[in-house]
């Protein structure tokens, strides 16, 4: 019950997942970056094999050591995140210190 406290959705899902559930997701990602308004759009595509609710770091790389950190939140098999940036990323990358329980191919 005191799950309950923490979201107003409560934690069911994640004790059917991560506690009685005896699998790992097995994930699969594309990305595109174009032009759009001035900047940089950058679209990250993932499916999974499982239906589990996921959140998984987007890793974007500029020049240097700058860097931005952004969730792909999973909710279903299918899952997208877009971003605009100012400038166009030299990598982009999931899930690099394995924050997500998944395995996870490019």
């Given at each position: 019950?005191?799950?309950?406290?923490?979201?107003?959705?409560?934690?069911?899902?994640?004790?059917?997942?991560?506690?009685?559930?005896?699998?790992?997701?097995?994930?699969?990602?594309?990305?595109?970056?174009?032009?759009?308004?001035?900047?940089?759009l950058?679209t990250?595509?993932?499916?999974?094999?499982t239906?589990?609710?996921l959140?998984?770091?987007?890793?974007?790389?500029?020049?240097?050591?700058?860097?931005?950190?952004?969730p792909?939140?999973?909710?279903?098999?299918?899952?997208?995140?877009?971003?605009?940036?100012?400038?166009?990323?030299?990598?982009?990358?999931?899930?690099?210190?394995?924050?997500?329980?998944?395995?996870?191919?490019?």
């Amino acid at each position: 019950r005191e799950g309950y406290l923490l979201t107003a959705a409560g934690m069911d899902w994640f004790w059917d997942q991560w506690i009685y559930g005896r699998r790992i997701p097995e994930m699969t990602w594309s990305h595109t970056v174009s032009k759009r308004d001035g900047g940089w759009l950058l679209t990250v595509n993932a499916s999974q094999t499982t239906d589990y609710t996921l959140v998984v770091p987007i890793y974007v790389r500029f020049g240097g050591d700058r860097m931005v950190v952004r969730p792909l939140i999973m909710e279903g098999k299918e899952g997208t995140r877009q971003l605009l940036l100012p400038e166009k990323p030299r990598k982009v990358s999931l899930n690099d210190n394995y924050e997500s329980l998944a395995l996870i191919k490019h």
